[in-house]
């Protein structure tokens, strides 16, 4: 069974348009989280939800834009894509308390490799 | 300012010589610790983990970590390194009264000789 699941594992896209990634976890955790890896491998945290909750927004484009149907799943919406957003996207979960210093360790899914042209 | 370090970008060693892997961090209370592995194309391995304790963190694949308060750091050995080991290693920290999310050093490649 996989524990943190994404799709689409490749997307190719033209600039400009609409796109989503979908994450889903089956660990019953209650935050999930969407990190940007970019060309030169570095992660960076984009956005986290605790319950349905957002509980972290880095500075990231409004142009995108999570969202969380229930606690199992946060998707990633993407408006207007621009050739900068090509990159791999992880989603990743824990089990944390709202409003706690977490120790929750994050597990995280195979990744969305995002090409835009 | 606030970060992790990770001052190697690229490591090779040869099957079955030691491994280890250098990790600082410089915040003002210790962090939670982490080391992910990447292989290519794949994604995040959670390798072990540091929140208090035992300073000598036990990991999967027969990996280990020694946090050292006195020199901010958290390096990750393994006495003989496989060629299935060739890949992209992270540090991570969740800073002291953070939301949670990781704060990744820049990674270590680890390329392995025959």
């Known amino acids: 069974d996989t524990a943190v699941s994404q799709t689409p594992k490749y997307l190719v896209t033209q600039m400009g348009n609409d796109k989503s990634i979908k994450c889903e976890q089956n660990l019953g955790h209650d935050t999930m989280y969407w990190y940007k890896q970019d060309s030169k491998k570095f992660l960076k945290i984009m956005f986290s939800y605790n319950n349905k909750e957002l509980i972290i927004n880095e500075t990231v484009p409004n142009r995108f834009s999570p969202k969380s149907p229930d606690k199992a799943h946060l998707n990633l919406h993407i408006n207007s894509l621009e050739l900068g957003d090509s990159a791999v996207y992880f989603c990743?979960?824990?089990?944390?308390?709202?409003?706690?210093?977490?120790?929750?360790?994050?597990?995280f899914g195979p990744g969305t490799r995002l090409l835009v042209l | 300012a606030q970060s992790v370090t990770q001052p190697d970008i690229h490591i090779t060693v040869s099957e079955g010589a030691s491994l280890e892997l250098r990790c600082n961090y410089s915040y003002g209370a210790t962090p939670y610790l982490f080391w992910y592995v990447q292989s290519p194309g794949q994604g995040l391995q959670l390798l072990l983990k540091y929140f208090s304790g035992d300073t000598l963190v036990q990991g999967i694949k027969g990996f280990e970590a020694e946090f050292k308060r006195s020199q901010s750091s958290f390096n990750l050995r393994k006495p003989s390194v496989h060629w299935s080991d060739a890949a992209e290693y992270f540090c991570a920290v969740v800073p002291p009264g953070s939301q949670g999310n990781l704060i990744f050093g820049k990674g270590t490649k680890l390329s392995v000789k025959p």
């Open positions: 990743a979960s824990s089990q944390d308390g709202r409003g706690k210093f977490t120790r929750g360790t994050q597990y």
